[in-house]
């Protein structure tokens, strides 16, 4: 189940990420994908016989906050971009 | 200052038609990924069992911080030098914050006078039963960045970067600095053993090493989210 949602957000944030024209959607296109192979992984994690596999959630965890380094440090970089625009 | 890329000849029926391939090209990969996600065989337990036979060695009964702190020790001492170079690169990108207005409405400055204390005994709970249940580091730090946000919001965060920004800019830091002080001091060998390498906590003290450790990664964490948030770096108002 965690998989099919992981995969099919995957899939929506892989289409925002090609038909959005704007930086702001790119970003957010691109976390919508990221959320969907953090889902995957927890999904791979379970176990249905015993306690789930905590390599992928510490996985996991080290990439939701690299995810969200990478997110503000992008979204700095836009309103940079979007600056240099209206000054031209 | 988001600009829609615009259409030179207006064909709405190329973009139509553009949108459907590209639909189409989305759900082809996605039914790909589907099928490898549920063709490929389930590793029988994967790494837990490595993990489980092991753990008695960090002296946690966490598996996550163990495998976070210990086994893999490495990827998240790199992974806080990431979140110090994210703050890097958004202070020397940021244009300068504005001041800060206080907010106007009594309710926000009334939830951050609630939720704040709260927060920071909650940080503190969640770092100390990390060792043996869900928490930790990550999730204090977060907790803690929360509560900072919204005091940011209500103009009731103290400006630690104007204020004290060398004690600020140490704290930023104190993450990865701890990690590797501690990573390094691990190496000296004790009388009569061999030397140990990067991380390799002795088995007696690393429940202690990591606790010290993953409390100077919060404060690290909590800042350094603060100072994504602001996306700029803070400067002394100018009348």
């Given amino acids: 189940m965690f998989a099919v949602a992981g995969v099919a957000l995957f899939g929506i944030g892989c289409m925002g990420l090609l038909r959005s024209g704007t930086d702001l959607r790119r970003i957010l296109a691109l976390n919508v994908m990221g959320v969907g192979v953090f889902n995957v992984l927890i999904a791979t994690a379970y176990d249905p016989a015993g306690a789930s596999d905590p390599v992928p959630h510490a996985l996991v965890i080290t990439g939701i906050v690299v995810a969200v380094s990478a997110t503000a440090f992008a979204l700095v970089l836009a309103r940079a971009a979007g600056r240099d625009e209206d000054a031209d | ?239």
């Fill in chain 2, 1 to 239: 200052m988001q600009t829609e890329r615009k259409d030179p000849g207006g064909k709405a029926g190329g973009q139509v038609f553009l949108g459907l391939m590209l639909g189409l090209a989305a759900l082809a990969l996605v039914a790909l990924l589907g099928a490898a996600v549920f063709m490929s065989e389930p590793e029988i337990g994967g790494l837990a069992g490595d993990v489980m036979a092991n753990i008695e060695t960090t002296g946690l009964a966490n598996p996550v911080t163990a495998v976070l702190l210990d086994f893999r020790g490495y990827d998240t001492f790199l992974e806080l030098v990431v979140m110090f170079v994210a703050v890097l690169g958004v202070w020397s990108l940021g244009r300068p914050l504005p001041p800060i207005v206080p907010a106007p409405t009594p309710v926000l400055g009334l939830a951050v006078r609630l939720i704040a204390p709260i927060s920071v005994v909650f940080a503190g709970y969640l770092l100390w039963i990390g060792a043996t249940e869900a928490g930790g580091a990550f999730q204090a730090g977060a907790v803690l960045a929360g509560a900072g946000v919204l005091a940011f919001c209500a103009g009731m965060m103290p400006d630690f970067e104007i204020r004290q920004p060398l004690l600020h800019r140490v704290l930023l830091a104190l993450g990865m600095t701890a990690f590797l002080a501690i990573g390094v001091m691990v190496m000296a060998a004790e009388p009569g053993q061999a030397a140990r390498t990067f991380l390799d906590y002795p088995d007696a003290l690393g429940k202690w090493l990591i606790l010290a450790i993953e409390t100077a990664a919060m404060i690290a964490i909590a800042l350094t989210l603060l100072a994504l948030f602001q996306g700029a770096r803070p400067q002394r108002r100018t009348f």
